[in-house]
């Protein structure tokens, strides 16, 4: 299993509509096949300047290997994440 995590910091204005706009058009992502347990997290802790997290879990590499190139995954970054995310962090987690 991997877990791909992403911690991130939109460009927009906390409460915005265009902030808003992205959250919902990011469940797109969930759609995908190979994608499992997809999360949108608001992120709490005082100790960096992310705002939000998205964690989604993959049966094995060829699952995240075809999410990655997945139409709906490389328009979502190319459409929403590259124009409107300021600052990202991501993770990739697989178990010991």
């Known amino acids: 299993m991997i877990r791909h995590t992403v911690a991130f910091r939109l ?3 906390a409460g915005s509509a265009e902030e808003a706009s992205f959250l ?10 190979s994608v499992r347990n997809f999360e949108q997290l608001r992120q709490t802790s005082p100790k960096n300047d992310f705002t939000f997290g998205f964690s989604m879990e993959f049966d094995d ?7 990655n190139v997945h139409p709906d995954h490389v ?3 190319r459409d929403r994440w590259l124009p409107e995310v300021a600052a990202f962090l991501e993770i990739d987690y697989t178990e010991l």
Not at 24 to 33: F, M, N, Q, S, T
Not at 61 to 67: E, F, I
């Open 11 to 13: 460009k927009h204005a």
């Open 24 to 33: 919902k058009d990011a469940l797109v992502l969930k759609k995908i096949p």
């Open 61 to 67: 590499q060829s699952g995240y290997d075809a999410y």
């Open 75 to 77: 328009a979502f970054v």
